[in-house]
């Protein structure tokens, strides 16, 4: 069964820094990835996607992520955060049938 | 338009009871599944229903079941509550059962706390 790991558990960066969240997949035939946000007290939201095509996608909010298939990675990027980043960030594998999730990763924006 | 929505958002429940949570999928939708969140941890499958039949199960034991209705919203249930259930709850809504393109769409989950 396909399935991504997150390495990153919790991450602390200063306003305007730039980040960067490790997502590693295992192979299993078609690919299908995405990355969701969950924000204080919020339901999960959709960044982005990556299905088939160009391997750099764009977000919302400023979000991309890039599949490198020689990597099996799917590493979110923001060039500069903000405060209001602050949430839980989770990649995720699978289909509307079936998602598989990562451990998620904590990200704390300070001022 | 409406998302998503669950209910109830927040409830505590002794060990050995039994607890339903609802679930109103998006307008049009007709696929809902069923996602364990336990804290510090992402999400995980329970059930996915489609056109009322089930179309996948995830690794959770006979406790667990639910139902989808005629108006696509949906019922999960647990029976014989234990402590490690204490989770939130998570249903996610999408306009077809399958195929890569479908993005699902979540609700803000119920919190269950199991006493």
């Known amino acids: 069964a396909q399935s991504v790991s997150q390495h990153n558990h919790h991450v602390i960066l200063s306003e305007a820094a730039s980040l960067e969240l490790g997502c590693n997949y295992s192979?299993?035939?078609?690919?299908?990835l995405f990355w969701y946000v969950q924000y204080p007290g919020q339901h999960l939201q959709l960044l982005l996607k990556?299905?088939?095509?160009?391997?750099l996608v764009k977000g919302i909010k400023g979000f991309e992520a890039e599949f490198i298939k020689s990597k099996f990675s799917f590493n979110l990027r923001k060039p500069s955060v903000q405060w209001s980043d602050t949430a839980e960030y989770f990649c995720a594998t699978g289909t509307a049938s079936k998602l598989t999730f990562g451990t998620g990763t904590r990200l704390q924006v300070t001022l | 338009d409406a998302g998503v929505t669950q209910s109830p958002t927040h409830l505590i429940k002794t060990r050995g009871q039994q607890v339903t949570l609802r679930c109103s999928p998006i307008s049009g939708h007709k696929s809902v599944s069923w996602y364990q969140q336990v804290l510090g941890q992402g999400p995980q499958f329970i059930f996915q229903y489609y056109e009322k039949e089930e179309r996948g199960r995830g690794n959770f034991p006979d406790r667990f079941s639910a139902r989808q209705f005629p108006n696509y919203s949906s019922e999960l249930n647990v029976n014989a509550l234990l402590l490690g259930d204490s989770a939130l709850y998570l249903c996610a809504s999408s306009p077809q059962g399958t195929g890569s393109g479908n993005t699902i769409y979540f609700g803000e989950g119920s919190w269950l706390t199991v006493v």
């Open positions: 990556y299905f088939s095509g160009d391997p």
């Open positions: 192979y299993g035939g078609t690919v299908n």
